[in-house]
């Protein structure tokens, strides 16, 4: 069944100008029903190696709420319709935008976040305003000078869709493109729909929780870093925790994910940004981004993003990489052209995160206190405690805290936060 819608929507999608006149209503609520049927869950195995030991994990397929195209449609007939979306706002095999358009939907213009609109920018590469050259539809950067919407952006529309998918990591920005984008709405009287997808990371929580004196566009809500929740959950906190500015509240519907728990090991079908390649990266994400604030490469401009760790001079580890410029990734990365003595991680975040369910530390205290230089390692101290959230476990690492000291710091935010966070999950906890 999914073979079939698929093949319909490429279709409708390569003769869209002739099919487009042949679509009635009856066509239309047809196409819905067949992505319907296609919303059963189903199961892929991973293959995770713990200490050596090759164990099948089971990996459910859910129903992301992208595709559950009959629950949201009707509500964009006879709108003008704005769509935040990435290269992971998939239907099927195609784009969200090609869908809706190709169902009749008045889309009006496209919101790109960090990446782009079809995910081909690299890491912090700014992005600009523009026309989607498949579409012609205009598209509005919200990754450059622009973070937010403006009311001239939204002027001619009635409703803004969300479409992105998420790693459930704080400092990882699409949660504060959301952010944004609900503010905006709020304050110009629009209405909101997300189309929520699994959290790869969901299924634990961890890390310091923010505080908000260091808040920026990586980190702007107080919660850990690893926060267990979807952007579906998280617009639901940010509204009723009234965390957007002046305390307004966004008019925001939820498209919930079908066969989906936080106990899931959700295994992401399509990259969600050009660093994070596969699901080892995903999973390594939240426990070496605090890297990027050190002299520490990460692998940015290697076949292994946030899978490696290393820096020339490095006396610990056997592994060798060279970071290099690599188009529509990275410009230059971190150690460009020098050779980096380190440590290849690929196999340990596999599985150890999925049993661990915690942050590793243990990285980045070895690698401190194996530094000759110590004044050199936290090489940009202040995005180091941004993507922290404070300045706290810097100080802390220097100090010579354990990685349980450390960890033990954080329970009595963490017991706060996890009370909190039960008031807005839409799916069944881990």
């Not at 952010?179 to 699994?198: F, G, Q, S, T």
């Not at 107080?222 to 965390?243: D, F, R, S, Y």
């Not at 002299?295 to 940015?300: A, E, H, K, T």
Request: proline share 5%; aromatic share 10%; glycine share 8%.
């Amino acid at each position: 069944m999914k073979t079939i819608f698929t093949r319909c929507l490429n279709v409708i999608n390569h003769y869209d100008i002739c099919l487009m006149q042949l679509i009635t209503p009856l066509g239309f609520f047809l196409l819905c029903c067949l992505h319907v049927a296609c919303g059963q869950q189903s199961t892929t195995s991973a293959v995770s190696v713990n200490h050596g030991v090759v164990k099948s994990v089971q990996a459910v397929s859910p129903t992301v709420g992208a595709e559950r195209i009959n629950a949201y449609v009707p509500l964009l007939l006879n709108k003008r319709v704005g769509i935040v979306a990435n290269q992971t706002s998939i239907v099927g095999g195609v784009h969200l935008v090609d869908t809706l358009m190709s169902l009749h939907v008045n889309v009006a213009s496209v919101f790109a976040p960090e990446h782009g609109f079809r995910g081909d920018a690299g890491a912090g590469e700014t992005i600009r305003n523009g026309i989607d050259a498949k579409t012609g539809l205009k598209v509005f950067s919200l990754y450059g000078q622009t973070k937010k919407p403006t009311a001239e952006m939204l002027a001619n529309l009635d409703v803004v869709i969300f479409d992105i998918q998420d790693v459930g990591a704080r400092f990882y920005t699409y949660l504060s493109t959301l952010h944004y984008v609900m503010e905006a709405c709020a304050e110009n009287d629009k209405e909101l729909i997300v189309l929520d997808r699994p959290n790869p990371n969901g299924f634990y929580i961890d890390g310091p929780v923010l505080n908000l004196e260091f808040k920026s566009f990586v980190g702007m809500h107080p919660i850990p870093v690893v926060h267990g929740c979807t952007l579906g959950e998280m617009a639901g906190m940010i509204n009723g925790q009234k965390w957007l500015k002046n305390n307004v509240q966004c008019s925001v519907k939820v498209i919930a994910c079908a066969n989906y728990s936080h106990k899931n090991n959700y295994l992401l079908p399509i990259r969600p940004s050009p660093n994070l390649p596969n699901a080892a990266s995903v999973y390594l994400y939240p426990s070496l981004c605090f890297f990027e604030g050190t002299n520490v490469s990460v692998g940015r401009g290697t076949a292994w993003p946030f899978q490696v760790i290393g820096y020339p001079g490095n006396t610990t580890g056997t592994f060798e990489f060279v970071p290099a410029d690599i188009a529509h990734v990275v410009n230059n990365p971190p150690h460009e052209g020098k050779v980096c003595n380190g440590h290849h991680l690929t196999e340990f975040g596999e599985y150890h995160f999925l049993t661990s369910k915690q942050l590793y530390l243990e990285w980045l205290i070895g690698l401190y206190d194996q530094c000759d230089e110590k004044s050199k390692f936290f090489s940009v101290p202040d995005f180091f405690d941004k993507l922290a959230g404070s300045d706290q476990l810097r100080t802390q690492i220097q100090a010579g805290k354990t990685a349980s000291e450390i960890r033990e710091l954080w329970q009595n935010d963490l017991s706060k936060y996890k009370a909190m966070r039960t008031q807005y999950l839409l799916y069944e906890d881990f």
